[in-house]
């Protein structure tokens, strides 16, 4: 036997139906069909256990394959999962800014009435403020004219029965 070869290369079915043995006196010598026996028994375990091997292989290739394919499956499912629920999240967080936004500018809105109020209300303040302002000015100016009339007109004072000297002292002892 050669440990080299393939045991398929070794010996093949053609050589066990065409092996010729010697003849001997009583037929084919014993020995070399013992040989040849042997030879192929041990061939035809090595072949055994070979394939026992590479089916034990297989089976576990195969479980190996059915346990990656379970794998793929569970994370195909996962991620149809994480695809759903980041769908969800993204239209939760659409409706909660939304949300958020019609609050913002609701308040917003609110800030700018009130801030338009208040300016209107300064605003009406300042014109009461003028117009008082302009009416104190003219009253004031009145008076004054009043008074710059009564103190320029000379001749007036004597026909009022006023004295000069005694409108000074008067309002010299009334402070």
Do not use: C
Request: proline share 2%.
């Amino acid at each position: 036997m050669q440990d080299k070869e393939s045991l398929s290369t070794q010996l093949t079915p053609i050589q066990i139906r065409t092996k010729e043995f010697n003849k001997s006196l009583w037929g084919y010598t014993p020995k070399e069909v013992a040989e040849f026996l042997e030879s192929l028994a041990a061939q035809w375990e090595a072949k055994n256990a070979e394939e026992r091997k590479l089916l034990n292989k297989i089976k576990l290739l195969e479980d190996d394959l059915k346990e990656w394919k379970d794998r793929e499956d569970k994370l195909i499912q996962l991620r149809e999962g994480a695809k759903i629920k980041a769908q969800e999240i993204e239209a939760q967080a659409t409706r909660d800014a939304s949300l958020f936004l019609k609050s913002v500018q609701d308040r917003a809105e609110q800030i700018r009435r009130k801030t338009e109020e208040w300016l209107e209300r300064v605003i009406a303040e300042v014109d009461k403020t003028e117009t008082r302002k302009r009416q104190l000015v003219e009253a004031l100016k009145n008076t004054l004219d009043e008074h710059y009339a009564i103190l320029s007109d000379e001749q007036a004072l004597p026909q009022l029965g006023l004295d000069l000297t005694s409108l000074s002292n008067n309002a010299k002892g009334t402070n």
